[in-house]
């Protein structure tokens, strides 16, 4: 099993005797340049996270800085956030292991301690030295033993849970979430159910201009341009009084926008910036208030009209310009509007073309129907059925045209992995795609079929050992993931970093 990093207790020494967190410390001196005591960057199980020398927190920033400059990574500004993410998530991992430790009422045994303080105390031969021990400031010493003790709490309950590749008897991990062997051996031939396909790939933004033409001219006034101004408050009785104002001429449109709006919708002069009709239409609460819009007169003010999370009164300053869809702007405005609000009218185009398609592909075969229809053939090499595409098997290349997220698609990995051999799927619904595939390939081509025993012995030991690496990797990020999504976390990281921490 793989030991996590975090917990090891040479990196968390290591950290008393670096110099990088006196280096980081002071580069960061507040909004106003002072060097003043941050904000706690958090808490968990109301225990603060403090960036302080001696700090976890700070410790952990000074181990993280040195890992990226080994790596030959620059400190600026990008990488320093990242460092100080990485220990601040590190800190709150401690945090949580240390309290399910110290309850169930484990206490570090002092010979524990003194055998992992020898190692810093250790000459050239690697042998313990009184001389170096003695000659060290005692605060220094005591800091290491507190650092060691702190350590071994939260290294217990990681080594508990995950093992540790130092507590190993004979081949088996001495601690540790254990496997079966019909699990082991259930996830070693999780490879060997694949599948491999063909896909005819329609792509979407390949929607014809003239029915984009057609569907433009059918729905000619959702494109109509308003001149037109608002007024917006957020409470009705104010938007009234608003209005009342303007009626009784004590104040001007312009003045009441200067005065009172808001500028949800606008410009500063309170112009709508988004002033086509659907647009229009998408701001009011009572779609029926569109014709009030449409029917109002140049230079005349509506009643209050209810918009979204306000309220708002308008005035129309010219005449609705009417599109013309010969011209580009009014061509790209059809073509936003038909991504954003038809998809599903494009999807249909496109299944209809796909049933064609499947039809022609049973009179002949797939590959002579994707030639005589243009059609884009598409080879899926073979996959087993792996949702997320998690590390512990292969997975889907969603680098493929068309399977961009497809291994998270359900109806999909479930359409294929249902399918006959050399049967045709109904037209799916891919990422901006619609796709028809046919399952042509169980993923056993490829296998070697004179692998010799010493080989094969070989083989089958790396292949346990990649399967419990990754046994050991899911686990972890699974208990990283519920810690930090804990009830007990607060996370102020991102408002403390970026309001003290930024020059």
Not at 246 to 264: G, P, V
């Amino acid at each position: 099993m793989k030991k996590n990093t975090a917990y090891t207790i040479g990196s968390l020494i290591v950290l008393l005797i670096c110099a990088f967190c006196f280096v980081v410390l002071p580069a960061f001196t507040g909004s106003e340049g002072q060097q003043n005591k941050l904000p706690p960057f958090g808490k968990y199980n109301k225990r603060e996270i403090t960036y302080e020398q001696d700090s976890d927190f700070a410790n952990y920033v000074s181990q993280y800085g040195q890992m990226f400059q080994a790596y030959g990574q620059q400190l600026n500004e990008q990488t320093y956030y990242t460092v100080f993410k990485y220990a601040f998530d590190a800190t709150v991992r401690k945090f949580a292991y240390e309290d399910a430790v110290n309850k169930s009422g484990y206490v570090v045994p002092q010979a524990a301690v003194n055998r992992n303080m020898v190692p810093f105390f250790s000459d050239e031969n690697g042998n313990y030295s009184s001389k170096l021990y003695k000659q060290t400031d005692p605060k220094t010493v005591e800091n290491l033993r507190k650092s060691i003790q702190s350590g071994l709490v939260a290294s217990r309950y990681s080594d508990d849970l995950f093992g540790s590749e130092e507590d190993i008897v004979g081949s088996e991990a001495l601690y540790g979430l254990k496997e079966s062997d019909a699990e082991l051996d259930f996830l070693k031939s999780y490879n060997a159910n694949k599948r491999g396909f063909q896909m005819a790939l329609f792509n979407t933004s390949d929607y014809p201009e003239e029915e984009k033409l057609k569907f433009a001219k059918e729905n000619q006034a959702k494109f109509n341009k308003f001149d037109i101004s608002i007024v917006t408050v957020e409470d009705k009785a104010k938007a009234q009084t608003v209005l009342k104002r303007i009626n009784n001429n004590e104040i001007t449109f312009e003045d009441a926008i200067s005065e009172y709006s808001l500028n949800y919708f606008t410009n500063s002069e309170g112009k709508v910036t988004s002033a086509y009709q659907y647009q229009i239409e998408n701001l009011l609460v009572n779609k029926d208030d569109l014709a009030i819009l449409t029917d109002l007169a140049v230079d005349s003010v509506t009643d209050v009209i209810e918009t979204s999370n306000s309220f708002s009164i308008f005035k129309k300053n010219g005449e609705t310009k009417t599109p013309d869809f010969e011209i580009d702007e009014y061509k790209d405005l059809v073509s936003t509007y038909l991504r954003n609000y038809e998809k599903t009218r494009i999807e249909d185009y496109f299944t209809a073309k796909a049933n064609d398609f499947i039809a022609q592909a049973a009179k002949s075969d797939f590959d002579s129907a994707c030639t005589s229809m243009n059609i884009k053939n598409v080879e899926i090499p073979a996959f087993p059925l792996n949702y997320g595409s998690v590390a512990i098997a292969d997975s889907l290349n969603t680098s493929i045209e068309g399977l961009s997220s497809a291994d998270t698609n359900e109806k999909f990995l479930e359409t294929a992995f249902n399918l006959k051999m050399n049967e045709m799927s109904e037209p799916l619904v891919l990422n901006g795609y619609v796709a028809v595939i046919k399952y042509t390939s169980d993923g056993n081509e490829a296998k070697a079929a004179d692998t010799n025993d010493e080989e094969t012995d070989n083989s089958e030991d790396d292949n346990t050992a990649d399967v419990l690496s990754n046994i050991s990797d899911l686990d972890q990020s699974s208990a990283n993931n519920y810690i930090l999504s804990s009830d007990k976390l607060e996370n102020n990281f991102a408002e403390v970093y970026f309001s003290n921490m930024m020059n």
